[in-house]
């Protein structure tokens, strides 16, 4: 999480203030802040943070980590929307 928080600062974001990601394309993606899962399915998957949360959709999606504040999404992302 110190990796997104020093970026967060840099740009003059509040850190932790919702889930954070970064998406590889083709591969999948790591979230972080994440509270709970809403939704799982192989084409949405809907994660929920303190404030906040985001939508993931995309193809052949599942889970790869999820716990600890974190969730590794695999499969292709086609678009991330911040809830």
Do not use: P
């Not at 974001?13 to 998406?23: F, H, K």
């Not at 939508?55 to 504040?69: H, I, P, Q």
């Amino acid at each position: 999480m110190r990796f997104f928080a020093e970026i967060a600062k840099s740009l003059g974001a509040e850190a932790g203030a919702g889930v954070q990601y970064t998406v590889v394309e083709g591969q999948g993606g790591y979230f972080q802040n994440v509270k709970r899962l809403d939704t799982f399915t192989d084409s949405l998957i809907v994660l929920r943070g303190r404030k906040g949360g985001v939508r993931v959709e995309g193809r052949d999606l599942s889970l790869g980590k999820y716990g600890g504040g974190d969730a590794a999404v695999k499969g292709e992302i086609f678009k991330v929307e911040k809830l």
